[in-house]
Protein backbone atom coordinates (compact mmCIF):
# COMPACT_ATOMS: atom_id res chain seq x y z
CA UNK A 1 0.00 0.00 0.00
CA UNK A 2 1.05 3.50 -0.84
CA UNK A 3 1.27 6.64 1.78
CA UNK A 4 -1.37 8.91 0.13
CA UNK A 5 -0.60 12.19 0.06
CA UNK A 6 -3.65 15.17 0.54
CA UNK A 7 -4.59 14.74 -2.89
CA UNK A 8 -3.66 11.52 -4.35
CA UNK A 9 -4.09 7.92 -2.94
CA UNK A 10 -2.50 4.77 -5.10
CA UNK A 11 -1.97 0.98 -5.26
CA UNK A 12 0.55 -0.83 -7.45
CA UNK A 13 0.57 -4.76 -7.53
CA UNK A 14 2.14 -7.05 -9.96
CA UNK A 15 0.13 -9.45 -12.03
CA UNK A 16 1.46 -12.84 -13.65
CA UNK A 17 0.68 -11.71 -17.10
CA UNK A 18 2.39 -10.16 -19.64
CA UNK A 19 2.20 -6.50 -19.98
CA UNK A 20 0.23 -6.42 -23.50
CA UNK A 21 -2.13 -8.88 -21.38
CA UNK A 22 -2.77 -6.85 -18.78
CA UNK A 23 -3.18 -3.53 -20.73
CA UNK A 24 -5.84 -5.32 -23.06
CA UNK A 25 -7.75 -5.98 -19.11
CA UNK A 26 -6.54 -2.47 -18.31
CA UNK A 27 -8.11 -0.19 -21.48
CA UNK A 28 -11.22 -2.64 -22.69
CA UNK A 29 -13.96 -0.59 -24.01
CA UNK A 30 -15.92 -3.86 -25.05
CA UNK A 31 -19.22 -3.75 -23.91
CA UNK A 32 -19.71 -5.49 -20.48
CA UNK A 33 -18.56 -5.61 -16.65
CA UNK A 34 -15.93 -3.47 -16.54
CA UNK A 35 -13.55 -2.59 -13.42
CA UNK A 36 -14.26 1.15 -14.62
CA UNK A 37 -17.99 1.08 -14.67
CA UNK A 38 -18.74 -1.46 -11.98
CA UNK A 39 -16.50 -1.42 -8.95
CA UNK A 40 -18.45 -1.00 -5.62
CA UNK A 41 -17.15 2.42 -5.32
CA UNK A 42 -17.88 3.39 -8.94
CA UNK A 43 -21.75 2.22 -8.50
CA UNK A 44 -21.93 4.04 -5.31
CA UNK A 45 -20.50 7.16 -6.03
CA UNK A 46 -23.32 6.93 -9.21
CA UNK A 47 -26.14 6.50 -6.96
CA UNK A 48 -24.71 9.24 -4.38
CA UNK A 49 -24.52 11.79 -7.55
CA UNK A 50 -28.01 11.17 -8.43
CA UNK A 51 -29.24 11.89 -5.31
CA UNK A 52 -27.00 15.25 -5.44
CA UNK A 53 -29.04 16.10 -8.55
CA UNK A 54 -27.07 15.05 -11.19
CA UNK A 55 -27.20 12.47 -13.63
CA UNK A 56 -24.87 9.68 -11.73
CA UNK A 57 -23.60 8.66 -15.53
CA UNK A 58 -23.90 5.31 -16.33
CA UNK A 59 -22.73 4.96 -19.95
CA UNK A 60 -22.08 1.84 -20.95
CA UNK A 61 -18.37 1.11 -22.38
CA UNK A 62 -17.67 2.51 -25.90
CA UNK A 63 -18.31 -1.35 -27.58
CA UNK A 64 -14.42 -1.07 -28.80
CA UNK A 65 -11.65 -3.57 -28.32
CA UNK A 66 -9.35 -0.49 -26.31
CA UNK A 67 -10.21 2.73 -24.70
CA UNK A 68 -9.53 6.03 -27.10
CA UNK A 69 -9.94 9.43 -25.70
CA UNK A 70 -12.60 11.02 -25.54
CA UNK A 71 -14.51 7.69 -24.80
CA UNK A 72 -17.01 7.28 -21.66
CA UNK A 73 -17.31 4.36 -19.64
CA UNK A 74 -19.57 4.43 -16.29
CA UNK A 75 -19.26 7.98 -15.17
CA UNK A 76 -15.49 8.07 -16.60
CA UNK A 77 -14.77 10.16 -19.27
CA UNK A 78 -10.94 8.81 -21.21
CA UNK A 79 -8.52 11.48 -21.51
CA UNK A 80 -5.76 9.60 -22.36
CA UNK A 81 -5.44 5.62 -23.43
CA UNK A 82 -1.60 5.56 -24.53
CA UNK A 83 0.04 2.23 -25.34
CA UNK A 84 4.14 2.38 -25.28
CA UNK A 85 6.35 0.83 -26.01
CA UNK A 86 8.45 -1.91 -24.31
CA UNK A 87 4.88 -2.97 -22.61
CA UNK A 88 3.80 0.16 -20.72
CA UNK A 89 0.56 1.86 -21.04
CA UNK A 90 -1.24 5.04 -19.60
CA UNK A 91 -5.23 4.97 -18.87
CA UNK A 92 -5.56 8.72 -17.98
CA UNK A 93 -10.19 8.65 -16.59
CA UNK A 94 -12.04 11.89 -15.67
CA UNK A 95 -14.76 11.71 -13.37
CA UNK A 96 -17.98 13.36 -14.51
CA UNK A 97 -19.52 13.33 -11.53
CA UNK A 98 -20.84 16.98 -9.33
CA UNK A 99 -17.79 17.39 -7.38
CA UNK A 100 -15.91 20.88 -6.12
CA UNK A 101 -13.18 19.80 -8.41
CA UNK A 102 -11.45 17.65 -10.67
CA UNK A 103 -11.13 13.67 -9.84
CA UNK A 104 -8.49 11.94 -11.91
CA UNK A 105 -8.14 7.80 -12.02
CA UNK A 106 -5.35 7.09 -13.69
CA UNK A 107 -3.86 3.71 -14.28
CA UNK A 108 -0.16 2.54 -15.40
CA UNK A 109 1.30 -1.02 -16.62
CA UNK A 110 4.73 -1.97 -17.08
CA UNK A 111 7.02 -4.77 -17.24
CA UNK A 112 8.07 -6.59 -13.74
CA UNK A 113 10.96 -9.20 -13.71
CA UNK A 114 11.02 -11.88 -14.56
CA UNK A 115 7.40 -12.27 -16.40
CA UNK A 116 4.53 -10.29 -14.95
CA UNK A 117 3.55 -6.43 -15.03
CA UNK A 118 3.39 -3.50 -12.30
CA UNK A 119 0.09 -2.28 -12.28
CA UNK A 120 -0.15 1.08 -10.43
CA UNK A 121 -3.64 3.09 -9.88
CA UNK A 122 -3.76 6.62 -8.62
CA UNK A 123 -7.02 8.57 -7.63
CA UNK A 124 -6.33 12.28 -7.68
CA UNK A 125 -8.89 15.08 -6.74
CA UNK A 126 -8.00 18.43 -7.37
CA UNK A 127 -10.06 21.11 -6.16
CA UNK A 128 -11.83 24.03 -7.01
CA UNK A 129 -12.40 27.07 -4.28
CA UNK A 130 -13.05 27.26 -0.84
CA UNK A 131 -15.80 23.91 -0.70
CA UNK A 132 -13.19 22.08 -2.81
CA UNK A 133 -10.46 22.20 -0.39
CA UNK A 134 -12.57 21.97 2.72
CA UNK A 135 -14.03 18.17 0.57
CA UNK A 136 -10.35 17.49 -0.15
CA UNK A 137 -9.39 17.25 3.74
CA UNK A 138 -12.63 15.38 4.39
CA UNK A 139 -12.62 13.21 1.35
CA UNK A 140 -9.24 11.38 2.42
CA UNK A 141 -10.40 8.80 4.11
CA UNK A 142 -13.55 8.07 1.51
CA UNK A 143 -10.48 8.42 -1.34
CA UNK A 144 -8.64 5.55 0.42
CA UNK A 145 -11.33 3.33 0.39
CA UNK A 146 -11.94 3.86 -3.52
CA UNK A 147 -8.75 2.97 -4.49
CA UNK A 148 -8.74 0.14 -2.53
CA UNK A 149 -11.70 -1.32 -3.73
CA UNK A 150 -11.21 -0.35 -7.25
CA UNK A 151 -7.55 -2.12 -7.53
CA UNK A 152 -9.00 -4.81 -5.80
CA UNK A 153 -11.83 -5.37 -8.42
CA UNK A 154 -9.20 -4.76 -11.50
CA UNK A 155 -7.06 -7.50 -9.82
CA UNK A 156 -9.73 -9.53 -9.70
CA UNK A 157 -10.38 -8.90 -14.02
CA UNK A 158 -6.55 -9.55 -14.34
CA UNK A 159 -6.92 -12.61 -12.48
CA UNK A 160 -9.39 -14.14 -14.87
CA UNK A 161 -7.35 -13.92 -17.39
CA UNK A 162 -4.47 -16.11 -15.95
CA UNK A 163 -7.30 -18.45 -15.28
Not at 68 to 76: A, C, K, L, Q, R
Not at 83 to 97: F, N, Q, S
Not at 116 to 128: C, D, K, L
Amino acid sequence: MSVPTLRTSSRTSVVPLPPHAAWLVVACGRAGRRWYVDAAPFVVRGAIDRLAGSAGRRWDPPGNPLLSPGDTGGFWRVLEATAYDGGRGRLLLEAAVRLPGRVLLETRVEPAAPAGTRVRQSVTFQPAGVLGHAYLVADLPAREAVIELTHRRLLADLRRETG
